[in-house]
């Protein structure tokens, strides 16, 4: 999966910011961000039809991983529902653990893995726990993806998630990598930024990238903010900087529950 990718939270929402959407991706894919983040939730299917519009004559440059929703993730539900989805998925997550039973799901996802509808399946917003007990059942060592919410100033995954994830060859998805926009207003961040010529945005990025196993997926719907996280692919931070980040952004000293949007 490519470590470096295009959220699309927030987007298909309105008709009148479609082309404006459509121009975000399609330019995140000419600067090779070519893993994209979707889900049949966001816009109700909207933002996987401004994927598909964006992506339109490109299909084979692209990752393209969508999420079902909970209740959609049953035996039958769960295949229906990635066949609304867009066609031959590369990575298809449970969204969040809902009422129906784990192996119900794992089922599911693995028939549409064996019949060639998604490359790969996984899930998101587990933690340790919900990794183990997935495991634990037929097939469910196959999950190819875990995405939780993973930023400078929300570290907790570190504890125990992120050392599973590793062993088991799990790949990490960081979702919400600068922290909703929140982050970027950190002084310390505003700081370094200045001193390094770069922005706050491709420092939070970049020490993301330096997560062995991590990919960060923001999302951005200008294109301004597109080019900006795109640079942070090439950005390599001094290990000054790092130490400074490292002391004002502690990884976690305890066990802590998954911090979920
Ligand atoms: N699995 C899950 O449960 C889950 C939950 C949340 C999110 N996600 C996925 O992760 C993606 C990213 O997370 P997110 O949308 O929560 O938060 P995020 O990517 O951390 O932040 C998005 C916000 O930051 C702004 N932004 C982005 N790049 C910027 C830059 N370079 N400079 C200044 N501002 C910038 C965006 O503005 P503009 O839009 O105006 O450019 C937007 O307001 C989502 O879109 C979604 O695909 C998954």
């Not at 995140?28 to 992506?55: N, S």
């Amino acid at each position: 999966m490519p470590a470096l990718g295009l959220g699309t939270w927030m987007m298909g929402e309105h008709r009148r910011d479609r082309k404006k959407e459509v121009a975000a991706i399609a330019l995140g894919l000419d600067l090779g961000m070519t893993l994209i983040d979707t889900a049949e939730m966001y816009g109700d299917g909207g933002a996987e039809e401004v994927v598909g519009e964006a992506i339109a004559g490109r299909r084979e440059q692209v990752f393209v991983v969508s999420k079902v929703y909970p209740h959609n993730a049953s035996r039958r539900g769960a295949v229906a529902a990635c066949k609304r989805s867009l066609n031959r998925l590369d990575l298809y997550l449970l969204h969040w653990r809902g009422d129906i039973p784990l192996a119900d799901t794992v089922d599911a996802f693995e028939s549409l893995r064996r019949d060639g509808s998604i490359r790969e399946w996984g899930v998101s917003n587990f933690d340790r726990a919900d990794m183990e007990e997935l495991f634990a059942l037929p097939g469910g060592a196959h999950c190819a993806a875990n995405q939780v919410m993973y930023h400078l100033a929300c570290r907790g995954v570190e504890w125990d998630l992120l050392p599973f994830c590793r062993e088991h060859q799990v790949a990490v998805m960081a979702y919400s990598p600068v922290g909703r926009g929140r982050l970027l207003r950190d002084r310390l961040l505003r700081d370094l930024a200045g001193e390094l010529g770069v922005s706050t945005a491709q420092i939070a990025l970049a020490w993301l990238l330096e997560q062995v196993g991590v990919s960060a997926i923001p999302k951005a719907a200008s294109e301004a903010h597109v080019r900006d996280n795109r640079a942070a692919a090439d950005l390599r931070l001094p290990a000054s900087v790092l130490r400074e980040l490292e002391s004002a952004f502690p990884p976690p000293s305890r066990p802590n529950s998954l911090a979920i949007l």
